[in-house]
């Protein structure tokens, strides 16, 4: 690849990541805020925030790791930073996957209607459990951080074993561990979360045709608002959809052909990697009431403060 096209992807994948870590930080900022102000959360509202903080957390890791292996490539390998870095990426990435799950379940259970019984007393029992939920999503994440380091330690080890005693067969067990450890790893840990999301997809298009037949004889059903309530989760759900099956091949995909930082494809695939931790913030504020009117205040004050 010509230079001028890998510094031309380097400078979207910074671009990209800083606009993702404003994002993320003023959800933080404008849920911390109302934290304060009324001493308590909603259950959406804690899901929204431990998602935002969990996105800006792995996007500076995610930034300082990619320019500390371009920068270091040898030094990366060598030294403790490899396993530091993958360390927190690796618990982040996987909080990530479970509170992004955990709003797609609350989406569902505030707008679908169902008339089972135990969808009922799920719907009734979800927003009192979601504190619980988070912190369960943090140890399970811990538990997955410690079963990437002890491979990431293995690999570690590994290249050691080879820099001193020129052992040539490295690269092919490091191999093998990506393909028989770290891919169904992935594979285990990643469909769990993605599971929920998808099963919480599909009950609220249940829901949504079942309304849709129930209302389609009335005059005003196009502007029902149980409609359109399922149409707003729907349309918020399936664009987050996109970017989380996109994130979650990128990472299996990784597991599978590894692009180091001599390789032309690196940038163009780190912003296919980091492309759901960037664009669903925006999602996220534009479908939310509260964080759609504090960001277009901003957006007018900074407009004014340009034109004066």
Same mark, same amino acid.
């Given at each position: ?207 949504? %045709? ?79 009431? %509260? ?18």
């Amino acid at each position: 690849m010509h230079p001028a096209l890998t510094a031309l992807f380097m400078l979207l994948f910074i671009l990209l990541c800083v606009l993702g870590v404003l994002a993320n930080a003023f959800i933080v900022w404008v849920l911390s805020r109302e934290w304060v102000r009324r001493g308590r959360l909603l259950p959406s509202d804690m899901i929204l925030i431990s998602l935002g903080a969990s996105h800006f957390c792995l996007q500076s890791v995610g930034m300082g790791n990619n320019f500390y292996y371009f920068l270091h490539l040898v030094e990366y390998r060598r030294g403790p930073a490899w396993q530091l870095f993958g360390l927190f990426w690796d618990f982040l990435n996987s909080a990530t996957f479970w509170f992004g799950s955990w709003l797609s379940v609350l989406f569902c259970m505030k707008v679908a209607n169902f008339t089972h019984p135990t969808f009922l007393w799920l719907k009734w029992r979800f927003p009192g459990v979601v504190p619980l939920l988070l912190l369960g999503s943090l140890l399970v994440a811990f538990i997955v951080t410690l079963l990437f380091f002890w491979g990431n330690h293995a690999l570690y080890r590994g290249f050691f074993i080879e820099t001193f005693s020129g052992n040539m067969a490295y690269k092919e067990w490091s191999r093998r561990l990506e393909m028989h450890y770290f891919l169904p790893l992935k594979l285990v840990t990643l469909s769990i979360p993605c599971s929920s999301f998808l099963v919480s997809i599909a009950l609220l298009v249940s829901s949504l %045709r079942r309304h849709t037949r129930r209302m389609q004889h009335s005059a005003h059903s196009l502007q029902d608002p149980s409609a359109q309530a399922h149409t707003a989760a729907l349309k918020s759900l399936i664009s987050f959809l996109v970017l989380y099956l996109l994130s979650f091949l990128s990472l299996v995909i990784d597991a599978v052909v590894f692009f180091s930082s001599e390789s032309e494809w690196y940038w163009p695939w780190q912003i296919v990697t980091y492309l759901c931790t960037s664009v669903h913030p925006f999602i996220l504020i534009f479908s939310n009431l %509260r964080l759609r009117g504090v960001f277009r205040q901003l957006i007018l004050l900074a407009r004014g403060f340009w034109v004066a």
